[in-house]
């Protein structure tokens, strides 16, 4: 069975920037989670906030995502975003760091080797995100990015969205299949077309299909939750939307 994690920006920016991440690593343990995903974005005040989330994450798989990309759109390696990065992962106790590769698949031989470089012997692993941009977020253009990587002796995994396809324009069924063998860490959330956009929701409201994309992802990858956790008990509300997703994992495993 796979085990849940929730991504803390579930919980929505407003809610979390209230209260703090430290807060609802609490809510995310008391309604069962297996792990917790500490956003970059959501931290208002970092020196004060890690020691407070490293605290709090003891026990829980923790990830550390990261809001910058790995490259610029000029294809340069943001050497400072991952240097920042590796020293919050390394505070919190994070297991693994989330990125986008930004402009990764237009970075050149020199830039792709510096970052080689950078990850050889690193303790945590970096994994790379689909997001929602043409430029991050497409399979031709990731495809781009894991092939001159390799080319630099560098194999990297991914962290699989599979409601982010939608907004590049691809087909999450056949970006599972083109990109299986990397599959590490899947995002799970709803989508849902509004006017001339997509918006996410809880998986259960999704118009687009889900349970044969999850059913097509490698067996015991973590999944989190990035999709609304709303409610008067966000506790009760978060330890369905795991109980759901444990459900829908434990079914691979039945004969």
Not at 97 to 111: L, T, W
Not at 167 to 190: L, M, N
Request: some cysteine.
């Amino acid at each position: 069975m796979a085990p849940i994690v929730i991504s803390l920006s579930s919980f929505g920016a407003t809610e979390v920037n209230r209260h703090g991440q430290a807060w609802f690593v609490n809510v995310v343990r008391n309604a069962g989670a297996d792990g917790v995903e500490i956003r970059s974005e959501l931290l208002s005040r970092p020196d004060d906030e890690l020691p407070l989330i490293a605290q709090q994450c003891e026990g829980l798989k923790t990830i550390y995502s990261c809001a910058d990309p790995l490259f610029s759109a000029q294809g340069e390696l943001n050497d400072a975003a991952l240097k920042l990065a590796t020293c919050r992962a390394h505070t919190i106790g994070a297991e693994v760091i989330k990125f986008s590769i930004g402009g990764g698949a237009n970075a050149s031989h020199e830039h792709i080797q510096r970052l080689a470089d950078s990850l050889h012997g690193l303790a945590v692993p970096v994994l790379i995100e689909n997001d929602q941009s043409n430029a991050a977020g497409s399979i031709f253009q990731l495809k781009q990015f894991f092939r001159k990587a390799s080319d630099c002796g560098l194999e990297m995994d991914m962290t699989f969205d599979i409601g982010n396809w939608h907004w590049a324009g691809e087909c999450p069924q056949r970006a599972a299949s083109a990109f299986f063998d990397r599959i590490q860490y899947v995002h799970t959330k709803g989508v849902l077309k509004q006017a001339n956009r997509w918006v996410a929701v809880p998986i259960a409201d999704s118009q687009a299909p889900w349970k044969s994309i999850l059913d097509s992802v490698p067996a015991q990858c973590p999944w989190a939750i990035e999709f609304p956790l709303v409610g008067d008990d966000l506790v009760e509300v978060t330890r369905k939307e795991i109980c759901h997703l444990k459900e829908m994992s434990g079914e691979r495993y039945v004969d």
